[in-house]
């Protein structure tokens, strides 16, 4: 069992920056695929990063550039640094843990999620 606790969310302006966390315990995060997908109001969640077991990353296009995810293993924490933020990131974010590292787009694929964080982008 995997528990996912996210952090970090809040209001910022477009232009501005903001640094979720993903505090994980049961499993240490080394070990798993762990990822950050959102939600936007009426819309279908949708896939933002993800840092694979290996170390290798990757991301949604409509983030690259803009976002970076991390993890510390000494904290067992994973962190999305978002920056150069547009209203179109506003979204509930959340992070999951994939056992398994076959795909990553899919939120099929994660067998853990946190309970999400609030992520507000005022134009």
């Known amino acids: 069992q995997v528990q996912l606790v996210e952090s970090g969310g809040g209001l910022v302006q477009t232009g501005g920056s903001l640094r979720l966390s993903c505090a994980a315990s049961?499993?240490?995060?080394?070990?798993?695929?762990m990822g950050w997908f959102r939600q936007a109001p009426g819309k279908a969640r949708q896939f933002v990063s993800v840092?694979?077991?290996?170390?290798?990353?990757y991301y949604a296009d409509s983030v690259k550039g803009r976002f970076t995810i991390s993890r510390d293993n000494a904290k067992n924490t994973v962190y999305l640094q978002m920056n150069s933020l547009k209203p179109e990131d506003t979204a509930v974010y959340y992070c999951?843990?994939?056992?398994?590292?076959?795909?990553?787009?899919?939120?099929?694929?994660?067998?853990?999620w946190g309970q999400g964080t609030q992520v507000t982008v005022s134009s």
């Open positions: 999951a843990a994939d056992m398994g590292e076959l795909g990553f787009r899919s939120e099929s694929e994660y067998d853990y």
């Open positions: 049961g499993r240490t995060v080394s070990t798993v695929s």
């Open positions: 840092t694979r077991r290996s170390g290798n990353t």
